[in-house]
């Protein structure tokens, strides 16, 4: 049943390090947040956002321009003004930006734009995607399937690394379960078994995992007590009135409370939040 | 929560009754029996397969010549070649085929083979996708997610009908649950809750519902009993030697032992079991 | 793993047939319909409710006496006075019943009163209790946990089998996954796999089975398609009145419509409801 | 829908502080940390297991006189002479002891030795027992049921408080997902959630919750750094050897290098792991 082998730790025994831009890395010592709103919902909104998280301590940001939404009558992205928008934004914060790219024909337009592509949860069994990606030379951001197996998880990762790109940076971002409290159940111990099984980085996305903000800071905490290589978080200026997940977004404030209270957990377990 | 308009039944109170080639129909007092093998593995025994179903009673041919694995290393579909064999098949038997499509590039040449797209389990929420078949003028088979919710489901038959396609013919395939016994759990309250919810016809796949072939047949039972409109199975010369999902598949023996146990049911809820 | 002997069809191929009173069996080519109110709510109401659904078809009463709730504030049944409406109702219409034991320590009265014992679905696992019911000579009916594995669920009858009771009646009542819009999720498939790897009977609840009581009635007919050996449903005379699920109980005017539809059902597959 | 009321944080807004013993309490500053052997096995064993937890840091023993096991057929435990070991080992410690009890007529028995009483996953509806262990003066260990939601498990410490005992330490050991790399998914979710909706201490068992020895440790840090309360972990001289539950055992080596790490994941959270 296991077929994933570029995957497996036991052909690459070693943590593999992803280098992101000029001074970034995931997988090492150091932890990586990511940060910023679901969607990208208009210029001004979104560069005082890549502000404001920098300022916290963010460092990278997050946008969606392609956005997959449940029902077809949702707010779908701005698609290019979007991605120029996400380029401004790290232009001027010196952040790279990671946005998910939902379609092959889109996929040379978001390289333009993007540090890292993230493909989403739910197309991490879309193989023609996971199989373009893998042609390019960005790192990738695979989000698990809402209800996939970590196994299939690995085996979703493998097409990215068996169609030649190395660089996968693996996401747990919560799994449908009966709890209908939280959003998703968050699978912590889903990262220690890919620490185990795989040398890839693996972060944690407390914003989907719990779909709550006044949950997302603790169990950020408990993801990098657990050994994730960092994580990405939703941060909105007024979380009432996003577009998009506004009820588990952070405000800045609540963001940068919580980056200080990580820097003592990463502290805890022999990591590193860097300050730039 | 609710934002399906144009897939439910109080905007179309009439059951929708789709045409496919020139005699068939699904949706109406007719049911709908759908057979083959799990994937076209060569001419020579997917054109004696496409000959035994017809035998044994089938309606129209299934096939994949582009096969979603969870592995990159497994076998993957024979591509066109497969498309060209399914044509053949429809051609000696006079039955349509429906076959897989994955992605919206393959999209055009598949359109010129198939007489029904089928989107599946994993594209069910490939939005992209949804948005191409929808604008082609094609019945689309659309596969339940295997954890989607019956509202997510319909949410994706939206997108395709909100492109403009109004043929879509639902497909409850069995979800994700706890149970390991079975691959996955057929939900045939899925298939009482959409019929009431929704005028489209919705099939049921009693393979990959039990993933093991003695279960095939009664579960097909119980799908017609339910008030299924068709059903959709694989059926093998060789379930041993199949390269993908054989210990599902029916041999034609036994497919068509099912389908004279299947008109009995048939009539006993007030339904026809078709013979041309 | 697997460690059931007494109930596995490898030592007892052949079907186990359980008699119930003088003339009722379960599990041969006859099926039994158990059918009343949720909860016994009071004596008038009860007796007539019997009347009712004897009259609609019925062969066995249910109803219950002591009701495990999920809230300590929920109406948890009338207890022995309950025991005793039951009683007077089977004497009334000549139907036995049967009754939930929620406790080793009732059950001594409660087998004065019943004619099959039930286990209710959070008590699967309650081994104490499965002991104590093993203990007697009255026909026990298991229900499912609604998270239990089919093999655990046919390890809990093996706790009944290995104290000494062979009277054994599975009841398959749905199991819960991430679908919502059904109370729980109806394994017919579990129906199917359990008569191949058990003698004993196996009956449906499609009342908890869907929590719906437009879905009752077809998936009713596909029990009885897939092969199960009865159905027990919740009927009340004003179902929104009822102090437990009202919401799933059938009006006694579509119970009895229920049992003409599903006569059909049964010929069609070989089986008879019977009149007395 | 919520009806519990006794459990809840707006009833009672300052968290409750239970005590155990002479000198340990749970629920406030100071982390309770519960180890031992899964069963009592034998008396040298557990006598020689309980001076190594000890030793390694542990607050308090567990360990199980009566255990409640999927198959008939499977050790289950020692009875009496298990709860007489157990007492043993707490005289010989002075740790307090912990073990499960499974039966309302083993109560009293059981209450002669255990200084708090723990409720298992599959009893956690058992209604009848809940509210006999409410009728005691003893602090309550309530395992989550491992397909509870949060607010059904809320409504078992309901049924508990409104009996009279308001000490109940509630515990998170996993529920059952699709996911079978582990043998249940950790669910720190629900730990966050009980915090903010209950005064009750809450802890968690990462030994069920992974259900293997490596990922023990990690989980327990990221249980820390959520906010639970302490911890329960299953620790064995010889885990190739249990009777029960090896695969998940710590060695009393591992167990200790554990602490060690926990010590300074709760200083990172404002917790304190005492000293004795």
Same mark, same amino acid.
């Given at each position: 049943?296991?077929?994933?082998?570029?995957?497996?730790?036991?052909?690459?025994?070693?943590?593999?390090?992803?280098?992101?831009?000029?001074?970034? &890395?995931?997988?090492?010592?150091?932890?990586?947040?990511?940060?910023?709103?679901?969607?990208?919902?208009?210029?001004?909104?979104?560069?005082?956002?890549?502000?404001?998280? =920098?300022?916290?301590?963010?460092?990278?940001?997050?946008?969606?321009?392609? =956005?997959?939404?449940?029902?077809?009558?949702?707010?779908?992205?701005?698609?290019?003004?979007?991605?120029?928008?996400?380029?401004?934004?790290?232009?001027?914060?010196? !952040?790279?930006? $990671?946005?998910?790219?939902?379609?092959?024909?889109?996929? #040379?337009?978001?390289? @333009?734009?993007?540090?890292?592509?993230?493909?989403?949860?739910?197309?991490? @069994?879309?193989? &023609?995607?996971?199989?373009? $990606?893998?042609?390019?030379?960005? #790192?990738?951001?695979? =989000?698990?399937?809402?209800?996939?197996?970590?196994?299939?998880?690995?085996?979703?990762?493998?097409?990215?690394?068996?169609?030649?790109?190395?660089?996968? +940076?693996?996401?747990?971002?919560? +799994?449908?379960?009966?709890?209908?409290?939280?959003?998703?159940?968050?699978?912590?111990?889903?990262? $220690?078994?890919?620490?185990?099984?795989?040398? !890839? #980085?693996? +972060?944690?996305?407390?914003?989907?995992?719990?779909?709550?903000?006044?949950?997302?800071?603790?169990?950020?905490?408990?993801?990098?007590?657990?050994?994730?290589?960092?994580?990405?978080?939703?941060?909105?200026?007024?979380?009432?009135?996003? !577009?998009?997940?506004?009820?588990?977004?952070?405000?800045?404030?609540?963001?940068?409370?919580?980056?200080?209270?990580?820097?003592?957990?990463?502290?805890?377990?022999?990591?590193?939040? #860097?300050?730039?």
């Amino acid at each position: 049943m296991k077929t994933y082998r570029l995957a497996s730790r036991e052909e690459h025994p070693d943590d593999t390090i992803i280098k992101i831009g000029e001074r970034l &890395t995931v997988g090492g010592r150091e932890l990586l947040v990511i940060a910023g709103p679901c969607a990208v919902e208009g210029r001004e909104l979104y560069l005082e956002a890549a502000e404001l998280v =920098k300022a916290g301590g963010a460092h990278m940001l997050r946008g969606g321009a392609y =956005k997959p939404r449940t029902s077809p009558y949702s707010f779908a992205g701005l698609a290019q003004e979007g991605l120029e928008i996400l380029r401004e934004a790290s232009r001027n914060t010196g !952040l790279p930006i $990671v946005t998910e790219v939902m379609d092959a024909r889109e996929l #040379p337009l978001v390289c @333009q734009y993007a540090d890292v592509l993230q493909v989403g949860s739910r197309n991490m @069994q879309n193989y &023609t995607l996971l199989k373009e $990606v893998g042609k390019t030379n960005k #790192p990738v951001l695979l =989000k698990r399937g809402f209800a996939a197996t970590i196994l299939e998880w690995l085996l979703a990762a493998e097409y990215i690394l068996a169609a030649g790109n190395s660089q996968v +940076i693996l996401c747990e971002r919560g +799994i449908r379960t009966f709890e209908t409290y939280t959003r998703n159940t968050i699978d912590l111990g889903a990262v $220690v078994a890919v620490k185990e099984l795989s040398h !890839l #980085p693996v +972060i944690v996305d407390p914003s989907h995992g719990t779909g709550r903000a006044s949950m997302v800071a603790p169990i950020a905490r408990a993801a990098i007590a657990a050994g994730a290589d960092g994580i990405v978080v939703e941060v909105h200026q007024n979380p009432t009135e996003a !577009l998009s997940d506004g009820f588990q977004s952070l405000t800045p404030t609540c963001f940068s409370h919580m980056i200080d209270e990580l820097r003592l957990v990463a502290e805890a377990v022999g990591r590193v939040l #860097p300050t730039y």
